[in-house]
């Protein structure tokens, strides 16, 4: 019954900040152990990671996007955010979020959302 499903714009111009939300149903974001992560696909290329935010709020970033990236949780939501600041052409991508369960592995994903495609350009 766990479905996630991504929200937000599919236009966004150049150094402006991309947001996009997660909206989990059938579980909860606190659920032990368990991390919400954000990966994109951008055309063409192979799945990249983003950042994911666990259960108890730790946060961990991929490092070529560290500095342009924030994730965040809302728990009353029962969903979580990106912020992916300064965007470029180059962030333009199909964005997922997906969950990594407990004692499968943080790279391990059992329920993604559909995607969303997101565009960057003027």
């Known amino acids: 019954q766990v479905q996630l499903q991504e929200s937000g714009p599919g236009l966004v111009k150049p150094s402006q900040t991309l947001s996009l939300t997660c909206t989990v149903s059938g579980d909860s974001v606190t659920k032990y152990d368990t991390a919400w992560t954000w990966i994109r696909q951008p055309p063409g290329k192979g799945l990249e990671w983003i950042a994911f935010?666990?259960?108890?709020?730790?946060?961990v970033y991929s490092s070529s996007l560290q500095s342009r990236t924030s994730i965040s949780m809302d728990t009353s939501k029962n969903q979580f955010s990106l912020q992916l600041r300064s965007v470029t052409p180059e962030d333009t991508a199909a964005y997922y979020c997906a969950r990594a369960p407990s004692g499968m592995g943080w790279d391990t994903y059992d329920y993604w959302g559909q995607g969303t495609q997101v565009t960057v350009s003027s």
């Open positions: 935010i666990g259960y108890d709020g730790t946060t």
